[in-house]
């Protein structure tokens, strides 16, 4: 029996400062040091006006970019799970903030979790970036008739999606059938419990599933009333280090693709905000590469974690930007995945979810 299924998917004004030189002549100054006195406050007054002018040119450079742009405010989302390692160092870097700001941008979080309500932000347009979207929640959103494309790549991370459960005998596909798995719809987990029961010629009919959130799947796992959780990130790193068995990784089975998006419109309106939205990206890429003792630190402070568990799950994600003929046919293969599980009921072609410009040949 086949189910429909649906997916659960927020310019700091500088100061003016006037420097005024002033001296004190005594009554015995000669002419010479009177005439030196008067030049050099002739020319710091000078310097003053230069440096008070720079000033107001910079502000009204910045008012009248934006208003050459048209925009004042741009919101992105803020997604931190399960390791979202750039929007962290992103947002406490102000490095978007930054960026946007030289231009008269004011930046905005949004911090939505869910990727259906973070497309419809997107579709509302309470929200211009979606920074750090899942595949499937795009390939929805499009499917629906939406306007969402993807700029570029955020992350790939197979091997942090992971079905964990406390009976040691349950290492195949075949060993899970008739047994009750629980996990979020829609997901790359769910994906991954597809794939995974396909390598055997099975099928989600084949087990019991119980759609819920993955901490909701891991104390449900804990209590008993789960054979298999269904976890990702910190989640599925701690059921590692509290000894439960792996029944397996996504590795090799999913792509676990995660993308940066905006509207087709928003992109073809500000082409110079995409150039600058990358720009940005690429200076979180410098930060975490040139300082990763400083970025795991920053990481653990902001999930609350241990220094060394971010150590240890972060070789398990590849945080390059650049869109690659892997991640089209990744994103392909989730398309797939979806119209079978009558998640989207028309085919969907995985390239034209691209902005043409975010292309690699």
Do not use: W
């Amino acid at each position: 029996m086949r189910k429909t299924l649906f997916a659960l998917f927020t310019a700091a004004g500088l100061a003016a400062f006037s420097l005024s030189g002033c001296s004190s002549q005594s009554s015995d100054s000669s002419p010479s040091q009177t005439e030196g006195t008067a030049a050099s406050d002739a020319e710091n007054a000078a310097d003053s006006s230069a440096e008070d002018s720079s000033e107001e040119t910079s502000e009204s450079s910045g008012s009248s970019q934006t208003a050459a742009i048209g925009l004042d405010k741009m919101v992105f989302t803020y997604v931190t799970s399960p390791l979202n390692v750039p929007s962290i160092i992103e947002r406490s870097q102000g490095i978007f903030a930054d960026a946007f700001g030289q231009l008269g941008i004011d930046v905005e979080y949004a911090e939505i979790t869910s990727g259906a309500d973070q497309t419809q932000a997107l579709a509302s347009g309470d929200v211009q970036v979606l920074y750090a979207v899942g595949g499937s929640s795009v390939i929805l959103s499009a499917a629906n008739g939406a306007d969402i494309k993807i700029v570029n790549m955020y992350s790939r991370s197979p091997k942090a999606f992971c079905l964990y459960t406390k009976d040691e005998t349950l290492t195949t596909p075949e060993s899970l059938a008739g047994k009750t798995i629980g996990g979020p719809v829609g997901t790359n987990l769910h994906e991954l419990l597809a794939a995974y029961l396909a390598t055997a010629d099975m099928s989600i009919d084949d087990v019991n599933y119980v759609n819920m959130t993955i901490p909701d799947a891991m104390a449900a796992l804990e209590g008993g009333s789960l054979d298999v959780a269904m976890v990702a990130g910190a989640t599925a790193y701690q059921a590692q280090q509290s000894g439960y068995h792996l029944v397996t990784d996504g590795e090799g089975l999913i792509d676990a693709t995660i993308a940066v998006a905006v509207t087709e419109e928003f992109a073809d309106t500000y082409p110079q905000l995409m150039d600058t939205l990358t720009a940005a990206q690429e200076t979180i890429a410098d930060f975490m590469e040139n300082q990763p003792d400083e970025t795991l630190k920053i990481v653990a402070q902001e999930l609350d974690l241990d220094t060394a568990a971010v150590e240890a799950m972060y070789p398990d994600y590849n945080f390059s930007i650049e869109i690659t003929e892997n991640d089209i046919a990744g994103l392909q293969r989730t398309a797939d995945f979806m119209l079978d599980a009558e998640m989207i009921q028309q085919e969907a072609d995985a390239s034209s979810l691209f902005l043409e410009q975010g292309k690699t040949e």
